[in-house]
């Protein structure tokens, strides 16, 4: 029986996961703060300081959640002995993983957003064969818009929106590429991707 993982993203095409026709199989991971109540969640993936920053100052709550952390939260952690020592029992674990192609050494774990950890983490680490992304709007369209950035605020001017493109998209190849094994189903309203994808990546359009 195949392994199937759910990723649920921030974007506006996120809601897509209620049509889902898979959506009752297999595990689901969310990006930070689902946009929505997600059941049944394996873990919140998380790779940013400033949601560290918001947990611990109490402006986020996410005690619902196991949590998956990545490079720099487990900076935080190491520095914050008592925000870890309360919080440890919900860590199911640090993933620090982080592929070459995500760019040059000094600004790697950066460009490594949280959609981009989670699926390298349900394909390397959870042997995933089949992982199903939704609110991965930025695949598909100049859509920035994060329900993340609703809660904590970000740039979203449109020179950092297109550096981040730029940074993003390459990253999403990458992964599809490494994991040549794994089938990639990336859910939208139409199936114009923004980036080349291999026989392995297939396009829903609910």
Same mark, same amino acid.
């Given at each position: 029986?195949?392994?199937?993982?759910?990723?649920?993203?921030?974007?506006?095409?996120?809601?897509?996961?209620?049509?889902?026709?898979?959506?009752?199989?297999?595990?689901?991971?969310?990006?930070?703060?689902?946009?929505?109540?997600?059941?049944?969640?394996?873990?919140?993936?998380?790779v940013?300081?400033?949601?560290?920053?918001?947990?611990?100052?109490?402006?986020?709550n996410?005690d619902?959640?196991?949590?998956?952390?990545?490079?720099?939260?487990?900076?935080?952690?190491?520095?914050?002995?008592?925000?870890?020592? @309360?919080?440890?029992?919900?860590?199911?674990?640090?993933?620090?993983?982080?592929? $070459?192609?995500?760019? *040059?050494? =000094? %600004?790697?774990?950066?460009?490594?957003?949280?959609?981009?950890?989670?699926?390298?983490?349900?394909?390397?680490?959870?042997?995933?064969?089949?992982?199903?992304?939704?609110?991965?709007?930025?695949?598909?369209?100049?859509?920035?818009?994060?329900?993340?950035?609703t809660?904590?605020?970000s740039?979203?001017?449109?020179?950092?929106?297109?550096?981040?493109?730029?940074?993003?998209?390459?990253?999403?190849?990458?992964?599809?590429?490494?994991? @040549?094994?794994?089938?990639?189903?990336?859910?939208?309203?139409?199936?114009?991707? $923004?980036?080349?994808? *291999?026989? =392995? %990546?297939?396009?829903?359009?609910?």
């Open positions: 029986m195949a392994k199937i993982v759910h990723i649920i993203g921030n974007g506006d095409k996120a809601v897509l996961w209620d049509k889902a026709p898979k959506r009752d199989k297999g595990l689901r991971l969310v990006c930070n703060l689902p946009p929505f109540e997600v059941e049944n969640v394996f873990a919140s993936v998380m940013d300081f400033k949601m560290m920053a918001a947990l611990t100052e109490g402006s986020l996410l619902s959640f196991q949590w998956v952390l990545g490079t720099r939260p487990k900076i935080w952690m190491q520095d914050k002995g008592s925000f870890y020592l @309360k919080h440890s029992s919900r860590i199911r674990e640090f993933y620090t993983t982080v592929p $070459k192609y995500a760019g *040059p050494a =000094n %600004v790697r774990a950066t460009n490594f957003n949280c959609g981009h950890m989670a699926t390298h983490y349900a394909a390397n680490k959870l042997k995933a064969d089949e992982i199903h992304l939704y609110g991965f709007d930025s695949l598909f369209d100049h859509n920035m818009r994060s329900y993340t950035d809660v904590l605020s740039d979203r001017g449109d020179t950092n929106n297109y550096r981040l493109l730029n940074n993003w998209r390459p990253i999403w190849k990458g992964i599809f590429d490494e994991f @040549k094994d794994t089938q990639f189903y990336l859910y939208h309203t139409h199936d114009k991707v $923004k980036v080349k994808i *291999p026989s =392995n %990546v297939h396009t829903v359009v609910l």
